[in-house]
C-alpha cells in the first residue's frame, strides 16, 4: 500500500481550515441561540489548537472570542466571560503582527509584548476592525448594569471579596462593550486587598501599572439649558456647543482634570507584596517606582521594611540612614534606626544617639524610652549576677561589691527614661515594677512604697 506524507506546510492549512471551519460553526450557532452545539464546536476547535489562537487570523479569532465569552456568560461565568469579550476589544486597538514562522505557519500576534515574546523579527504589524461590537452592547448592557450595581452594593455591605470579583467583572463587561475604564479596575484591587486577598490585589496592580495607568483623566461638563442640569459630555461635543455659544444648547462649560494615581499604584502594590511575605518582589515594585519618583519616603520605607523582613539587616540599615538624611525630622526612621544599630555592640551609641533624635521630634515616643531603657539596663544581668556569687564564694569580696556597685550605677541610668515613660504611660505595669525595683536599688524608699501600691492596685485590676 502507498504510504501517505504530508507536508508540515499542508498539515497546517488542514489544521486552520479545521479551525476556521469550527469556530465559524460555533460563532453560527450561538449567533441562533444554540448554546449546546456552540460549546461542542468550540470544544472540537480547541482540542485540535491548544493554546495556539495566534494561527487564527484577526476574523476568525474575533469570532472565537465572541463565542467563547458568551457561551462562558450563559453558563453563569461572567468574569471569564467578560474576560474573553474584551479581548475583542484588543484587537481593535492593538497592531496584529502577521507573517510566517520557522514552520510556515501564517502568524498572527495580537500587540507588541506578544510579537516580542514569540521571537519572531520579520512580522508586519497591520490594524484590524473588529465588527461584533455593535452586537456586543446589546447583548452586555443589561448584564453590565446589573453587575456593577451588584459590586456597589457589596462594596457598601464591607462584602469586599465579593465586591472585588464584581469590579472585575464590570471592567472587563465594560472593555467589552467598548470602554477600557481601568479606574474600575483599580476599585477590584482595592476591595481585593481590603479583604485580605493579597494576590488578587497585586495581580491587577501590577497590569495596572505595566499599562501605564496614571488615573489622569479630564471630564467635560456643561449645563443644559432645557433641563437645567449638569450633563457630562464627550470632548468632541463638548468643544462643539461650546463654539456655538448662545446659539448652542449648552452653557457654563467647565473641564475638571483628576489627579494622577501612578505613585499610589507603585506604593500599595509593594505594600500588598510586603505584607504578603514577597519581599523580594516588593523591593522591585518599589524600586520601579522609585525611579519615576526618586527619594519617596512611602517607597523607600516600604522597601527598608522589605530588606528587613528578607533578612537584610545593612540594606534595611542604609535605607534608613538614606530616610533620616533626606528627612531629618521623620521620629519613625530614627527609631527604626536605633532598633536596628541596638543589634550590633559596635553601633550601640548610635543606636543611643538615634533614640534620642526620636525623642526630641516626638517627646512622647514610647517605644523609643522603652528601649533606651532597656539599653541602659542591658541584657547581662544574669551575667553580672554569676560573677558576682562567684567572687563572693571565692572570698573576693571586694571585687564582688565592685560587680555590685557598677550594676548599681548602670542601673540607674536607666531611670530618667523609665520616669518618662511613666509619665506618658501611668499604667503601663511594666514600668511601675520596673521603677519600683530601681527606687529600691537607689534607697529611695518613698518612690518605691509608691510604686509598690500602683503595681498591687494594677494587679488587682488586671486580675492577676
Do not use: C
Not at 194 to 222: F, M, P, Q
Not at 355 to 376: G, R, S
Amino acid at each position: 500500500m502507498r504510504k501517505i506524507i504530508l507536508s508540515l506546510a499542508l498539515v497546517s492549512i488542514t489544521f486552520a481550515t479545521a479551525q476556521k471551519k469550527e469556530i465559524g460553526s460555533a460563532y453560527k450557532a450561538i449567533e441562533s441561540g444554540d448554546n449546546a452545539t456552540a460549546v461542542a464546536q468550540l470544544s472540537a476547535a480547541e482540542s485540535m489548537m491548544g493554546d495556539k489562537t495566534y494561527l487564527l487570523d484577526p476574523e476568525v479569532l474575533e469570532q472565537y472570542y465572541y463565542t467563547k465569552g458568551l457561551t462562558l456568560l450563559n453558563a453563569g461565568k461572567t468574569q471569564e466571560g467578560a474576560a474573553f469579550l474584551a479581548k475583542i476589544n484588543d484587537l481593535g486597538k492593538m497592531k496584529i503582527y502577521t507573517g510566517k514562522n520557522a514552520d510556515r505557519d501564517r502568524v498572527y500576534y495580537v500587540g507588541e509584548e506578544a510579537y516580542k515574546k514569540s521571537g519572531l523579527t520579520n512580522l508586519k504589524p497591520e490594524t484590524y476592525v473588529p465588527t461584533t461590537s455593535a452586537k456586543l452592547g446589546q447583548k452586555i448592557n443589561p448584564i453590565l448594569q446589573k453587575t456593577n450595581q451588584e459590586a456597589v452594593d457589596a462594596y457598601n455591605s464591607k462584602k469586599y471579596a465579593e465586591a472585588g470579583d464584581k469590579f472585575k467583572e464590570t471592567y472587563y463587561l465594560l472593555k467589552a462593550a467598548g470602554t477600557d475604564d481601568k479606574s474600575i479596575l483599580m476599585n477590584a484591587a482595592i476591595s481585593y486587598s481590603t479583604a485580605g486577598k493579597l494576590d488578587e490585589s497585586v495581580d491587577i496592580y501590577n497590569d495596572l501599572i505595566d499599562s501605564g495607568y496614571t488615573g489622569v483623566e479630564t471630564t467635560y461638563t456643561a449645563k443644559n439649558k432645557k433641563t437645567g442640569e449638569v450633563d457630562k459630555l464627550d470632548k468632541t461635543t463638548w468643544d462643539l456647543y461650546k463654539k456655538m455659544g448662545a446659539s448652542g444648547d449648552y452653557t457654563d462649560f467647565k473641564t475638571e482634570t483628576s489627579k494622577s494615581v501612578e505613585k499610589d499604584l507603585y506604593t500599595i502594590n509593594s505594600k500588598n507584596l510586603y505584607n504578603a511575605k514577597r519581599y523580594d518582589e516588593a523591593i522591585k515594585v518599589a524600586d520601579k517606582g522609585l525611579a519615576k519618583f526618586p527619594g519617596d519616603s512611602d517607597l523607600m520605607n516600604v522597601k527598608g521594611l522589605s530588606f528587613y523582613g528578607s533578612g537584610k539587616s545593612a540594606e534595611f540599615i542604609d535605607i534608613l540612614k538614606k530616610q533620616v538624611a533626606a528627612n531629618p525630622n521623620d521620629a519613625d526612621s530614627w527609631f527604626n534606626l536605633g532598633v536596628m544599630e541596638s543589634k550590633n555592640p559596635a553601633t550601640v551609641k548610635e543606636a543611643e544617639d538615634a533614640f534620642n533624635k526620636a525623642l526630641q521630634i516626638k517627646p512622647n515616643y514610647v517605644a523609643a524610652l522603652q528601649n533606651l531603657t532597656q539599653m541602659k539596663i542591658g541584657d547581662d544581668d544574669d551575667k553580672v549576677r554569676a560573677d558576682y556569687e562567684a567572687a563572693r564564694k571565692a572570698g573576693k569580696t571586694e571585687e564582688a561589691n565592685k560587680i555590685l556597685e557598677n550594676r548599681r550605677n548602670r542601673l540607674l541610668t536607666a531611670l530618667p527614661y523609665a520616669e518618662k515613660w511613666y509619665a506618658i504611660a501611668p499604667d503601663d505595669l511594666s514600668v511601675v515594677s520596673l521603677l519600683k525595683n530601681l527606687y529600691m536599688m537607689n534607697k529611695n524608699d518613698a518612690k518605691a512604697a509608691e510604686m509598690k501600691a500602683k503595681e498591687a492596685a494594677l494587679k488587682a485590676k488586671q486580675g492577676k
